[in-house]
């Protein structure tokens, strides 16, 4: 492993020197900083390979006696690019994969650089799951971190709720544990509060028996029934079971159709699960009927293929607690000048059992959202960039009037606003900055949806 110290400070002391740093011309330097957002070119001047805690520990301190700023890797979704830094040092936890599962007390201990696919062919094993990501190579870390929608949030509340403790190393060097009886400020702050505390080494999950056949899929109709479908579905919303989750997605496909799909899955048994979901199935003329009984498991990968890495992206998201017939007759009319085949507009449920914690329970607070409304937009040619992020913001910008103030932190874009960041985490915001100033005072975690420690002045 290439190890050279050209920076004008010097060599660092071994104490202070992570084991595996990686610097532009090393073998496997471009390979690591590049993230699942093609749009994102960054170079850090450094990237720590993390295989333990004490990787971890040495690369803060190592990024903090020189000065540079930390960017931290978990699964590199975030569309915003905030696994990766320009000139400063890359906290990679890929290495760190380890996965230990305790089938009789239904937990998973999971390490920072797993995927939701890893988690979940190893949990279903044991007929387990815990509410994850919906597409299969999404972090476990940053999606936990910042909420963690998905199909079992029904029933089982959103990721973070199913966080029983983890382990994070602060950025003093300390590596603490926090659970509702351990450090439970900091544990508080981890549900809902993304990647400011710290770097989370573990994850322990609380599991659930599910599967491994539920019943499940989608049905799509021609777009110009969309507006239709987005009435029925809001009804249909008002009373599912909380077995069940649901997403409406306006989506072209391969050879070119634009339709709007709905899609849900049903984790209890596979007769009720038909029957809660025959209205979805007997709703117009479906064009598509791709819903019965598949294993969770492909349910968990099914969307994966829209969704390839390197591609470029942008998205922004708003949080919508009652959609609105204006929403409603606006999506549609949208959705069919969208510059992009591979343009989404997305409502993913929040999930019954996920809007029924209090809002101040954890750190995400948002929990009268019924949904995240995302318009996702993804290309290939460098030259779109500009129209592509402008037609995506202009969308954005005209369902603000029918929408909350926040978006879902996890779908920030990158580019946002103080007052965007700070309304992401709603009411949670003012305690979250008073955790902040206790744990990282000097704010060394700021490549993330930043929360300003209380007292701090500048980032
Ligand atoms: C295709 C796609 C599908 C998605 N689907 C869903 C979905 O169904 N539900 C949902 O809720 N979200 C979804 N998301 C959003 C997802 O939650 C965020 O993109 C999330 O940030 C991904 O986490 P990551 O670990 O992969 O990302 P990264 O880019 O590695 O990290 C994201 C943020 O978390 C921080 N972070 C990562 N690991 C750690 C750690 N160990 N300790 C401290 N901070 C850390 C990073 O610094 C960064 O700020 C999706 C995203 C994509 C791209």
């Known amino acids: 492993m290439a190890e050279r110290f050209t920076s004008s400070s010097g060599p660092p002391s071994d104490a202070e020197r992570p084991r595996e740093l990686l610097r532009r ?25 993390c295989s333990n805690v004490d990787d971890v520990a040495k690369a803060i301190a190592f990024a903090r006696a020189k000065g540079l700023p930390i960017s931290v890797r978990g699964g590199d979704h975030s569309a915003a690019g905030a696994a990766v830094c320009e000139g400063g040092v890359m906290i990679d936890l890929a290495p760190m994969q380890g996965l230990e599962i305790d089938p009789a007390r239904r937990v998973a201990r999971v390490e920072p650089g797993l995927r939701w696919k890893q988690v979940d062919e190893a949990t279903q094993a044991h007929g387990l799951a815990t509410t994850g990501g919906t597409v299969s190579d999404t972090g476990v870390a940053g999606l936990t971190l910042g909420g963690g929608l998905g199909w079992l949030a029904g029933r089982y509340g959103l990721t973070c709720d199913n966080l029983l403790a983890a ?9 603490l544990r926090a659970s509702e009886t351990e450090n439970a400020d900091l544990f508080w702050a981890l549900r809902g509060g993304g990647g400011n505390f710290g ?26 029934r969309a507006a239709e479908v987005l009435r029925f579905y809001r009804d249909f919303c008002a009373s599912n079971p909380d077995e069940m989750n649901t997403a409406c997605a306006m989506m072209t496909t391969p050879d070119g159709a634009k ?44 969307l994966d293929g829209a969704f390839p890495r390197g591609r470029r992206y942008y998205w922004k998201s708003a949080l919508v607690t009652q959609l609105r017939d204006e929403m409603i007759e606006r999506m549609p009319e949208q959705f069919v000048t969208a510059p992009s085949p591979h343009t989404l507009f997305l409502l993913q449920q929040i999930g019954n059992a996920a809007n029924r914690v209090p809002a101040d329970a954890t ?81 060394v975690f700021r490549m993330n949806a930043n929360i300003k420690p209380v007292g701090a002045t500048a980032s």
Not at 25 to 49: L, S
Not at 280 to 293: H, R
């Open 363 to 443: 750190a995400f607070a948002h929990r009268d959202a019924r949904w995240d409304a995302l318009v996702l937009t993804g290309w290939e040619d460098p030259s779109e960039d500009a129209q592509q992020v402008a037609w995506s913001r202009q969308v954005h910008q005209s369902w603000k009037p029918f929408c909350s103030d926040a978006s879902y932190t996890n779908a920030l874009s990158g580019e946002d606003s103080d007052a965007d960041v700070r309304s992401s985490y709603g009411s949670a915001y003012r305690r979250l900055a008073e955790i902040k100033a206790r744990y990282d005072p000097a704010n």
């Open 25 to 49: 011309g090393d073998a496997g330097y471009d390979e690591a900083r590049r993230i699942w957002n093609g749009m994102i070119d960054r170079q850090p001047a450094f990237i720590a390979r």
């Open 167 to 175: 382990e994070v190393v602060t950025a003093d060097g300390a590596h």
């Open 259 to 302: 339709i709007i799909a709905i899609a849900a899955c049903h984790c209890g048994s596979l007769e009720d699960g038909e029957e809660a979901l025959r209205p979805i199935k007997q709703f117009g003329s479906p064009v598509v009927d791709q819903m019965g009984a598949m294993p969770y498991l492909a349910l968990q990968t099914a």
């Open 199 to 224: 770097v989370v080494t573990a994850f322990e999950l609380q599991l659930h028996s599910v599967g491994p056949t539920i019943y499940g899929g989608m049905v799509a109709h021609p777009i110009d």
